[in-house]
């Protein structure tokens, strides 16, 4: 099983807690992680990109000239696509990229992050993750403290207001809370730092 040293908001080790293995022992899947951040990908892309196709542009009512007779080849409409100003043919339109995954496989791929943050040694426990006011200086301390990288997940039980607008304003530091984790944010950043309660939550949720 699977442990973690657990500090205090001051970097000092004030106890241990033992992982779940079903969650953060198991041996991390590189497909289904894979696929996951490729459906969060997806999910995230706006879908808004649009060309006109020929009935939308403007011009072109008349035939340019005579069907036959001229030695020129055929011509209906100067918006047609092969005309410069003409219509897009086949070009893109709004659409939705989103789809899902079923729930058995999303769960692997998060227990699979999980997992794999866990056997590098990149989660980081503390006992009581909040702040008495909102101060990104104190947060910016709080992450130097515990030997932070940049590029951090911060995970808290619920939402803590405090911690969110203290740490909004660093660059690379993201929070989120135990029930709505995200297995491309787990990935994209070097360290979990994670609130002890919130491992209570996320084992309780994801067991």
């Known amino acids: 099983m699977p442990k973690a040293t657990v500090y205090d908001m001051a970097g000092k080790a004030v106890s241990e807690i033992e992982l779940m293995d079903s969650i953060f022992g198991i041996e991390p899947n590189s497909v289904a992680m894979h696929e996951a951040v490729k ?23 008349i035939k340019p000239w005579r069907q036959k007779g001229t030695g020129r080849a055929r011509q ?31 769960r692997l791929a998060l227990k699979s992050a999980l997992s794999a943050k866990a056997a590098a040694n990149q989660i980081i426990v ?25 590029k951090a997940l911060v995970v808290t039980p619920e939402v803590r207001e405090n911690v969110v607008k203290s740490a909004r304003n660093l660059p690379g530091v993201t929070t989120t809370t135990a029930t709505i984790l995200s297995v491309y944010d787990i990935l994209n950043h070097n360290a ?11 084992q309780e949720v994801f067991a």
């Open 126 to 150: 503390i006992d009581n993750l909040n702040l008495d006011s909102i101060k990104t200086k104190d947060f910016a301390a709080f992450l130097a403290a515990v030997n932070a990288p940049k």
């Open 39 to 61: 459906n969060h990908l997806a999910n995230c892309r706006q879908g808004t990109q649009s060309t006109l196709t020929r009935s939308e542009v403007s011009g072109g009512g």
């Open 192 to 202: 979990f730092i994670v609130d002890a309660a919130a491992i209570a939550k996320i």
């Open 76 to 106: 209906g409409s100067i918006r047609a696509p092969q005309w410069t100003h003409g219509g897009i043919a086949l070009g893109p339109k709004p659409r939705s990229y989103s789809y899902r995954l079923n729930k058995k496989y999303r």
